[in-house]
């Protein structure tokens, strides 16, 4: 069963920046592609930034330009560096990774941006 872990939320001030992780049980160059998904409250989960095993990336229009997905093989992890951060920028923030037709995901991450 692959275990995906999220850490590194919080509440951080608009304008801001915070750094999140997620840890994988499995080699990461074993998926497909990695990456982070966010549900605001009241909204549908929405893709914000994927890394794919070639490590071509792809970022919402939203946070394109604020946020860098990044990942370190030797370590199994993947990150998302947030900076700029806005007030709807608040969600809960969701590791996966993709394989074939499997899904994977972490059990989520609040990330707060408020004064």
């Known amino acids: 069963q692959v275990q995906l872990v999220e850490s590194g939320g919080g509440l951080v001030w608009p304008g801001g920046s915070l750094r999140i992780s997620c840890a994988a049980s499995?080699?990461?160059?074993?998926?497909?592609?990695m990456g982070w998904y966010r549900r605001a409250p009241g909204k549908e989960r929405e893709l914000v930034a994927n890394?794919?095993?070639?490590?071509?990336?792809n970022y919402a229009e939203s946070v394109r330009g604020r946020f860098t997905i990044s990942r370190d093989g030797a370590k199994k992890m993947i990150y998302l560096q947030m900076n700029s951060l806005k007030p709807e920028d608040t969600a809960t923030y969701y590791c996966?990774?993709?394989?074939?037709?499997?899904?994977?995901w972490g059990q989520g991450i609040q990330v707060t941006v408020s004064s």
């Open positions: 499995e080699n990461i160059f074993f998926f497909n592609t």
């Open positions: 996966n990774a993709r394989v074939a037709s499997r899904v994977h």
């Open positions: 890394i794919n095993v070639g490590g071509v990336t």
